[in-house]
């Protein structure tokens, strides 16, 4: 079956404590993203993408790393979560950029960081 | 500024259409029309798209005006399970998608 997978789905910890969120697509997609979702302010991207080794900032990427070392993997790292990055993280994957390329979303991670 | 506006939220009885605006009045000629919903804390949903012609899947239909400053995404015979948050989206071809806070439908019983 054709998904975009993210663990852990919840987590909780404590400020300053390095955490990673795992991203994996089983489509052989080149372009994967990330966004985070907060009341009121909607899906806002993180950092995105294009393939293996290419990366860009998104419209918040402040306080979050990303790597894609692998095509089917596209880990999100909070090297110092602080509460202000509580909130609801969606990961995303399209075959390309392209106007006609849908994105296909993870399940979501809730994180709480206190 | 947004380029898109979408009702904050709208009602449906179930069995009925359900049509569900999106104004995208300074909509260029490459941009396309996108349509996503989010179902209470899951991760969107692809629904549809489209570029000039009115466009219609096994989900839903778009119907895109004829100047394209305006579109309606049709839920034929909206269920229960149909309710979510909608997303219209306007986008150029290579752009990142920018979701707005969309049109939260309510289908009632």
């Known amino acids: 079956e054709a998904q975009v997978t993210q663990n852990p789905r919840y987590l909780i910890t404590v400020t300053g404590k390095k955490l990673t969120v795992t991203c994996s697509q089983n489509?052989?997609?080149?372009?994967m993203s990330w966004y985070r979702q907060d009341p009121g302010l909607g899906l806002r991207q993180i950092y995105y993408?294009?393939?293996?080794?290419?990366?860009d900032k998104g419209d918040v990427p402040e306080g979050y790393k990303v790597s894609r070392k692998e095509k089917r993997n596209f880990p999100l790292i909070l090297e110092s979560p602080s509460p202000n990055q509580t909130s609801l993280y969606f990961c995303?994957?399209?075959?390309?950029?392209?106007?006609?390329?849908?994105?296909?979303f993870g399940p979501g991670t809730r994180l709480t960081v206190t | 500024d947004a380029k898109t506006t979408q009702p904050t939220s709208m009602d449906c009885a179930e069995g009925r259409a359900a049509n569900l605006p999106c104004n995208h009045s300074?909509?260029?000629?490459?941009?396309?029309v996108y349509w996503y919903r989010q179902i209470h804390s899951q991760g969107p949903q692809y629904i549809i798209h489209?570029?000039?012609n009115n466009e219609t899947n096994e989900m839903a239909s778009l119907i895109i005006t004829e100047d394209r400053k305006s579109s309606t995404l049709i839920l034929p015979h909206a269920t229960l399970r149909d309710t979510a948050v909608y997303y219209c989206?306007?986008?150029?071809?290579?752009?990142?998608?920018?979701f707005g806070p969309g049109t939260r439908l309510s289908v009632l019983p």
């Open positions: 993408s294009m393939n293996v080794e290419v990366t």
């Open positions: 489209g570029l000039k």
């Open positions: 300074t909509i260029s000629g490459n941009e396309y």
């Open positions: 989206i306007v986008r150029l071809l290579g752009q990142n998608f920018v």
């Open positions: 995303a994957s399209s075959l390309g950029q392209g106007a006609t390329y849908e994105q296909y």
């Open positions: 489509m052989n997609h080149e372009y």
